[in-house]
């Protein structure tokens, strides 16, 4: 595991202290155990309850409800600091810390944020997000096919969904099914579910290389799962709205994630200059890789900087879907950069279990086009630029700016 070194941005010291604080979580109780159950193919339900003890979930939630209310800024530095040291368990900062329970803290009424987000941020139940389809890709409302029929009290859900993280472990999900066909995007819906509540639920992980075997996205049916009427989040017809909030605050953590990615392939490029000789010297002399280095080492910074301002915007309550769509490219570039330049910089070496580099590069591929390609955040930026749609025209804040509770 590489060793704690100080981050590019200058950090304010609480903020300094969670980043060691979870550093190390990461090192002591995540790296010795991780290998066993790997082995094993056991889900590490207890290592995220760890992390949910530590607070690593709550940063954004009120005390009343179990968290710190540190903000959007601690999210970003434990995103960063987790996918720099473990990146498979930064899954858990979407689904533990924001997609999933955060959407419930800023839709749900407030029986259903009681019953559900205390025990999503504290990892004693494991969440999931359902929104893509087989075919959906960045097109979710248009692709969506998956529908809820209501059936008296209750909804009857029936579709597929792909891409689902964790959804063969997962406790409390929020799930999307149309429940008006003729009405496009506002025929959508937005469900809580229970999988382990009702039959009708079906979950596969997907073999992917270079990731996970066990922190896995899968492929998800359902077949008549029942969804109660007092699951409903929201109102029906407003789930492509909740949807594009969840995702926009969604963008924090996967930016900040590839932050942290880019920032492990430069740490460890660096070590490895500084140790494998050619000729005679370190390959770090060698003016091609402190090319590659010192690109890398400014690009990280500036990502960094572009997730700190996304972080800011959204813990003072304004409009942060431009700014979001800013910092997910631009470290997603950083990312898929870094990874290239490690490559570079260990050649053969990159390929060898002994350096992490297949693996780190495996997960910025991931995040790279499994959270949505850089492509729609390129299109959305120009547009935006180009005055033909304001990219924080439907941006929405947190609801405990948006009306003063929690």
């Known amino acids: 595991m590489a060793e704690l070194i100080p981050p590019s941005t200058r950090l304010p010291p609480e903020l300094d202290l969670v980043r060691q604080s979870v550093f190390r979580l990461v090192r002591d109780e995540i790296l010795p155990a991780i290998g066993r159950l790997e082995r ?50 930064g899954y858990c900062m979407n689904l533990q810390a924001m997609t999933c329970p955060f959407t419930i803290l800023n839709w749900g009424t407030a029986d259903q944020i009681a019953r559900f987000v205390p025990d999503l941020i504290a990892g004693r139940k494991i969440g999931m997000f359902g929104l893509t389809e087989p075919g959906g890709g960045s097109d979710p409302a248009g692709a969506m096919r998956s529908t809820a029929r209501r059936d008296g009290d209750s909804y009857r859900l029936n579709g597929s969904k792909q891409w689902i993280t964790f959804a063969h472990e997962a406790d409390t999900g929020v799930l999307f099914a149309r429940t008006d066909a003729a009405a496009g995007a506002r025929g959508i819906t937005a469900f809580i579910i229970q999988p382990k509540e009702s039959p009708g639920y079906h979950a ?47 963008r924090l953590t996967v930016a900040s994630r590839q932050v942290g990615l880019a920032q492990a392939c430069l740490e460890h490029g660096i070590a490895y200059a500084r140790e494998r000789e050619v000729g005679g010297r370190p390959i770090g002399r060698y003016q091609l890789v402190q090319g590659l280095i010192a690109d890398l080492a400014v690009e990280v910074h500036a990502a960094r900087l572009l997730v700190a301002e996304l972080a800011a915007t959204m813990d003072a309550g304004e409009p942060a879907n431009r700014i979001a769509s800013h910092a997910k490219y631009f470290a997603s570039r950083t990312a898929k950069n870094a990874a290239s330049a490690a490559r570079e910089i260990f050649a053969g070496y990159a390929l060898a279990d002994e350096y992490p580099i297949s693996f780190l590069a495996g997960f910025i591929d991931m995040l790279a086009v499994g959270e949505g390609t850089a492509n729609v955040q390129r299109v959305l930026i120009a547009e935006d630029a180009l005055g033909f749609k304001d990219a924080n025209r439907a941006s929405l804040p947190a609801r405990k700016f948006r009306n003063g509770a929690a």
């Open 40 to 89: 094993e193919g056991t889900f590490p339900r207890a290592l995220i309850a760890r992390m949910g003890a530590a607070g690593c979930f709550g940063a954004t939630f009120p005390e009343a409800v179990g968290g710190s209310d540190l903000g959007f800024a601690a999210v970003a530095v434990i995103a960063e600091e987790i996918s720099r040291t473990r990146p498979d368990f």
């Open 204 to 250: 596969r992980p997907i073999a992917m290389r270079n990731l996970s075997p066990i922190l896995a996205s899968c492929t998800v049916s359902l077949d008549d799962f029942v969804v109660p009427d007092a699951n409903r989040l929201g109102a029906e017809g407003e789930g492509f709205r909740i949807a594009l909030n969840a995702l926009e605050f969604g």
